[in-house]
């Protein structure tokens, strides 16, 4: 954040899910009650009613406070950085996006997912694989990218596989030099 502008939050921790009590849950899919639900029964089969309520009841605490914090001023822009290590890339994205521009398919790990039909023209023009989600298709996952692009919000995933911190570098820098 020192070479970037903005403000920056920063996620901390040694697994991709939250551990409440005996629950577990992915923080990316805690932004709408029906994506939290989904989730928190995909990873604890086992849990009860009640165990579920709990965790619903501490996310919906706290959740559109959060949303606030995050949302960008009117025109702004929220620019997300993800790494991806379980074999998730572009592919499993394009039959639910609106658009999709596969620059390099080479490297189908690492790309870009907008909201903005505005920002997807410019990003399409970038050597990266992009995809855009301005209506995306298929059951609420309760992802950040859903709830902005229903929200109106301009959002942008910059996603690369595990360990390829030069590859988000190089793309974040493509990203801030040409979308304004």
């Not at 990316?28 to 995909?42: A, D, I, Y």
């Not at 959740?63 to 592919?91: D, M």
């Not at 990218?145 to 030069?166: D, P, Q």
Request: glycine content about 4%.
């Amino acid at each position: 954040m020192q070479r970037h502008k903005g403000r920056a939050w920063l996620v901390d921790n040694p697994t991709r899910t939250i551990r409440n009590g005996n629950m577990q849950y992915d923080p990316n899919r805690m932004f709408t009650e029906h994506g939290l639900e989904r989730n928190l029964v995909r990873l604890n089969p086992s849990a009860s009613e009640a165990d579920r309520k709990r965790i619903h009841a501490v996310v919906a605490k706290t959740r559109e406070k959060f949303l606030r914090e995050l949302t960008p001023p009117k025109k702004g822009l929220l620019i997300v950085l993800h790494n991806n290590s379980r074999g998730y890339s572009v592919t499993d994205e394009v039959e639910i996006s609106n658009a999709t521009s596969l620059a390099a398919p080479n490297t189908p790990n690492d790309f870009f997912l907008c909201t903005d039909p505005k920002d997807f023209e410019i990003l399409k023009r970038s050597p990266y694989n992009v995809v855009l989600q301005n209506d995306a298709k298929g059951e609420d996952d309760g992802s950040l990218s859903r709830l902005a692009s229903k929200r109106g919000m301009r959002y942008v995933n910059l996603e690369t596989a595990i360990g390829r911190l030069e590859q988000q570098r190089e793309m974040m820098e493509w990203l801030e030099k040409n979308l304004p």
